[in-house]
């Protein structure tokens, strides 16, 4: 069986943010993997799984790190798939060192980087199914679904806002 995303995390702390990408890959009924490899304490391991993944069908990379964040970077630097880097949050500025760390790749070697935290998490699955829907027109229907609910979603937050301005509801 096919897995065609990867999801690499440099930390087991890191769970907590990427938790909501692997939750909506599992609702999209998309295969997905989740390893701990770190690019600065185990940069071979990196190396072979991503090479490893690309020869077994790996289609996109998520990656999530934090502080120095290197990891999206040095998946970028091993593959030619897409890769999606996720900013996780620290004590540092709320996380802007991690973002600026995936966000400020050379010419070359690109890495979509989403926001910080589990928000950039959720974006990363979606832009990760976006790309996996370019070449299968029952995924982008899925896909144009769940943006159909999240526009039902506004819609019933604004009626509801609606009536509590009118004072129909406490």
């Not at 999530?64 to 290197?70: E, F, L, P, Q, V």
């Not at 959720?122 to 999240?150: H, I, K, M, P």
């Amino acid at each position: 069986m096919s897995i065609p995303v990867r999801i690499i995390v440099g930390s087991d702390s890191d769970w907590q943010t990427i938790e909501p990408a692997c939750r909506l890959l599992e609702r999209f009924g998309v295969a997905f993997d989740v390893r701990v490899i770190s690019a600065h304490r185990s940069p071979d391991l990196l190396a072979d799984y991503v090479r490893s993944a690309e020869n077994d069908g790996a289609r996109v990379f998520i990656a999530a790190a934090g502080g120095a964040a290197h990891l999206p970077g040095v998946i970028a630097a091993l593959t030619t798939l897409p890769v999606i880097g996720v900013p996780v949050q620290t004590g540092l500025a709320g996380g802007l060192d991690s973002l600026l760390s995936i966000c400020q790749m050379p010419g070359g070697v690109p890495v979509a980087t989403m926001a910080v935290g589990r928000a950039g998490a959720t974006n990363a699955a979606v832009f990760a199914l976006r790309c996996l829907a370019l070449a299968d027109e029952q995924l982008a229907d899925r896909l144009r679904s769940y943006q159909s609910e999240l526009i039902d979603q506004v819609r019933q937050k604004d009626e509801r806002l609606q009536r509590l301005r009118r004072g129909e509801e406490s």
